[in-house]
């Protein structure tokens, strides 16, 4: 309605109707002096709402009260307000800012940072030894390094890096966007690297900068990087990237890494040995053929293959040419001046355990970028290694095996491997150690290989996890040092869901012995019949909690026989952590390593209870049966040199003799010894029978000989009178063993009286007794002839299947 409308209604005197579609909002009266009469005036924004434009109704509706019943409610919801706050346009808008920010900060970024100078030379430095004294071990620190142009390099080898490490290398800008991100976000988030660095940028990071895992020095490295690409040519980055890399054994760029690897100069280098070379970068200690075990060398030749693959797809290489080329397999090492004898294996070692806690305490770096920090640094590294008593041991293998090897009389004396640990099991320091006759003559360290058996000395383990777990026997019985079992040979164990039946050593029967017994004698099948009562998995639990590697074994019963790999130092941490009394050592030749402004923490080496007091030194009690009345009685028990030590033990021999132990411990040493048979020429493993000639009979090599014969003359040496202080009172250390006669076949129904000497039988006796006889019946002794020594029980040899124990023999 217009405003003439108005003027005519009031005129009228008349009343003017409310909007029909009004309901909720009511005209103001308007009282006039017109005839008396009221006259409704409707508001202006009334009236812009009938017949004002769009606008002006929007506006009008804002301006509205809210519904009945909720007085100055708004007209709109809320959520009305965050649409029009959110509109794609501010979004898009924003969007563009963050970007406009971001370039101007790296525009800002790259004009900030400039080259630096090359460091990578000046920071290499000597690594200085000490023994725990404070002695000069040894200085390692002249860098193998010899820069070579790139034009004496085969562009051939040349492409093996490429093709390994960025095979967009000759067209890309230096650096890997998506790369860069994700190892920002990884670094900033604590969780590792991953890859994704350009030759280019692992150039920097070699020569210009640090290994550091930064923010800011992965930004630094990008920019650096990029400058550096418009800066250089690309062969003068590749010739860089491959003269400043570290590619093991001491070897700094391509150059010293040819020699090392090949003994030829790097012109003179293969396809195949380049790419070998190339895929060493990723993890040169674990892919050094020389000393990988075999995940090492199964990753190492797929890295190879996939360098070669990828020089296909470039068109780098012929495919029927790469289709012929086998994997060059390495020359030996040749060691650095300065590491004869034993420092060399010290020094390993002493680098390894570095490197390990570096990575642990980082967390976020690689096993080559720790080697990297430790290898030529500047290091001050003191080792727990006492040199009177590093001497003593070297002496002791000495005096009683290689000085009785003669490899021009005997083919099978030059095959004769010695390793050897010592430690303090109250401290877990590493006190001395016998890694090989030198360490230019043999580089790999016998103490810490894990690629022979353990044998017999893995029994203990079964029955501390016996102990430990309170199990039973099958007839429900607890297990312990008196537990009666059957020690007859090849007898078949019961519970099991894989048939095993492991024979005993020259397949002699044992009768109804007690477990004290069947230690002493090292009786297989006892021990395989236990192993199932425990529970295979409750054993190598067991033996992971002690200190054995049992990450890649199947918990079946040949496990019992000590047929996986391991290595001197894992059984003296095994043993240490049973004299100390179940708390876990962890062997340690590390005391402190420092450098300027800088000292690692090291971890203590004493760790939790692990198994029981009680279980522990039962154990204890039961191997110093070993020694007073077992295998090791004659070279350790009645030794001349003996002087009132307490000591226990455990000897082993494998079956096909390609390894023969004897670990045993004091009160407050603790020292395994094993003789490995590796051929002198292949490294293949091969038997140790007929070493030294000297041995009557067979000629086997047992536990009970030269290995405990050299922990005697060791161990005696270095120690005092002493005693176990033991929580229990089951084993020989408190209940001495008796010592009943054997019967030459067993009764259908065995007696009540243990036998401890073997006899040989075709006929096993059907039921274990309950109670063996304080008083043993007399009966003729076994006319098979003894070696030497005493001998035990030897087990599997064969590592190819472990569920056959005779498949070596």
Same mark, same amino acid.
């Given at each position: 309605m217009g405003r003439a409308d108005e003027r005519r209604a009031r005129q009228r005197g008349g009343r003017r109707a409310a909007p029909r579609n009004r309901t909720s909002e009511q005209a103001e009266p308007e009282i006039t002096a017109e005839g008396g009469t009221t006259t409704v005036v409707e508001s202006p924004a009334a009236e812009g709402a009938e017949g004002g434009t769009r606008a002006e109704r929007r506006r009008a509706a804002a301006k509205k009260p809210g519904k009945p019943g909720k007085p100055g409610a708004p007209g709109k919801p809320a959520k009305g307000r965050i649409r029009r706050l959110f509109t794609w346009k501010k979004m898009l808008g924003a969007f563009f800012t963050v970007c406009l920010l971001g370039i101007g900060a790296f525009i800002a970024l790259y004009m900030m940072v400039s080259v630096p100078e090359g460091n990578a030379l000046a920071q290499t430095q000597s690594n200085v030894y000490k023994y725990s004294d404070g002695s000069v071990l040894a200085r390692k620190g002249t860098v193998n390094r010899e820069i070579v142009d790139l034009s004496k390099v085969p562009k051939d080898v040349q492409h093996t890096f490429v093709a390994a490490e960025n095979k967009t290398f000759y067209t890309d800008s230096g650096i890997d966007l998506r790369g860069m991100a994700r190892g920002l976000y990884n670094t900033a988030m604590g969780r590792g690297t991953q890859g994704g660095s350009t030759i280019t940028q692992q150039y920097v990071k070699n020569y210009y900068l640090s290994q550091d895992q930064t923010v800011t020095r992965k930004l630094k490295e990008l920019v650096i990087s990029l400058k550096v690409d418009r800066e250089k040519s690309k062969d003068e980055i590749l010739a860089g990237y491959i003269n400043t890399s570290y590619y093991g054994r001491g070897a700094y760029g391509i150059q010293a890494a040819a020699q090392a690897y090949y003994r030829v100069d790097a012109e003179k280098l293969s396809v195949q040995q380049g790419a070998y070379l190339a895929a060493l970068l990723q993890a040169p200690s674990q892919y050094d053929w020389a000393v990988a075990g075999p995940v090492g060398k199964k990753l190492v030749q797929e890295r190879w293959n996939y360098v070669l693959d990828n020089m296909v797809g470039q068109k780098w290489l012929d495919k029927t040419k790469r289709d012929g080329m086998k994997f060059p397999i390495p020359k030996a090492p040749k060691a650095a001046s300065g590491l004869e004898g034993q420092k060399g294996y010290l020094v390993e070692l002493a680098n390894t355990q570095l490197e390990n806690q570096l990575m642990k305490s980082q967390g976020n770096i690689s096993r080559s970028e720790a080697e990297a920090q430790v290898v030529d640094q500047g290091w001050t590294i003191t080792l727990n290694i006492d040199p009177k008593r590093q001497t003593k041991l070297e002496a002791a293998v000495k005096s009683q095996l290689t000085s009785k090897l003669d490899g021009k009389k005997r083919k099978v004396d030059k095959n004769v491997q010695a390793g050897a640990v010592s430690v303090d099991p109250k401290t877990g320091k590493i006190l001395a150690l016998y890694g090989g006759v030198d360490y230019y003559k043999h580089y790999t360290d016998n103490a810490t290989r894990a690629d022979y058996q353990p044998a017999s000395t893995f029994k203990p383990i079964i029955l501390a996890a016996a102990l430990d777990q309170d199990a039973k026997t099958q007839s429900g019985k607890d297990i312990n040092a008196n537990t009666i079992y059957d020690g007859t040979s090849g007898r078949a164990v019961k519970g099991s869901d894989i048939a095993f039946s492991p024979p005993n050593e020259d397949d002699a029967d044992y009768g109804n012995i007690t477990v004290q017994t069947a230690m002493n004698k090292s009786v297989n099948s006892v021990f395989a019949q236990m192993g199932v009562d425990v529970g295979m998995k409750n054993v190598l639990k067991t033996a992971d909690d002690l200190g054995l590697d049992t990450e890649s074994l199947q918990a079946v019963p040949a496990m019992t026989l000590g047929s996986m790999g391991a290595s001197p130092l894992e059984m003296a941490s095994v043993y240490a952590t049973l004299d100390n009394h179940g708390q876990k050592v962890t062997p340690t030749i590390l005391a402190s390593a420092e450098k300027t402004g800088r000292k690692v923490d090291l971890p203590d080496p004493i760790g939790e209870q692990v198994i029981s007091r009680e279980a522990a030194d039962q154990v204890t009690s039961v191997l110093t049966g070993v020694v007073d009345d077992g295998t090791a009685k004659v070279s350790v028990a009645q030794n001349p040199l003996r002087k009132g030590q307490q000591v226990a033990g455990k000897t082993g021999t494998s079956d096909s003799n390609k390894s023969a132990w004897f670990t045993g411990y004091t009160p407050?040493?603790?020292?395994?010894?094993?003789?490995?048979?590796?051929?002198?020429?292949?490294?293949?493993?091969?038997?140790?029978?007929?070493?030294?000639?000297?041995?009557?009979?067979?000629?086997?090599?047992?536990?009970?000989?030269?290995?405990?014969?050299?922990?005697?003359?060791?161990?005696?040496?270095?120690?005092?009178?002493?005693?176990?202080?033991?929580?229990?009172?089951?084993?020989?250390?408190?209940?001495?063993? /008796?010592?009943?006669?054997?019967?030459?076949?067993?009764? /259908?129904?065995?007696?009540?009286?243990?036998?401890?000497?073997?006899?040989?039988?075709?006929?096993?006796?059907?039921?274990?007794?309950?109670?063996?006889?304080s008083t043993p019946t007399k009966s003729p002794t076994p006319t098979t002839s003894a070696p030497s020594t005493p001998a035990e029980s030897p087990t599997d040899g064969t590592t190819d299947n472990p569920l056959d124990p005779a498949d070596d023999q």
């Open positions: 407050d040493l603790v020292t395994s010894v094993g003789l490995f048979g590796e051929d002198a020429k292949t490294h293949n493993q091969v038997s140790l029978t007929g070493a030294t000639g000297l041995i009557p009979g067979t000629g086997r090599i047992n536990g009970g000989g030269y290995p405990a014969q050299i922990w005697a003359a060791y161990t005696f040496g270095v120690t005092k009178k002493a005693k176990f202080d033991l929580n229990t009172d089951l084993g020989a250390a408190v209940q001495p063993t /008796e010592s009943p006669t054997p019967s030459l076949t067993p009764s /259908e129904t065995p007696s009540e009286t243990p036998s401890s000497t073997p006899t040989k039988s075709a006929t096993p006796s059907q039921t274990p007794s309950q109670t063996p006889s």
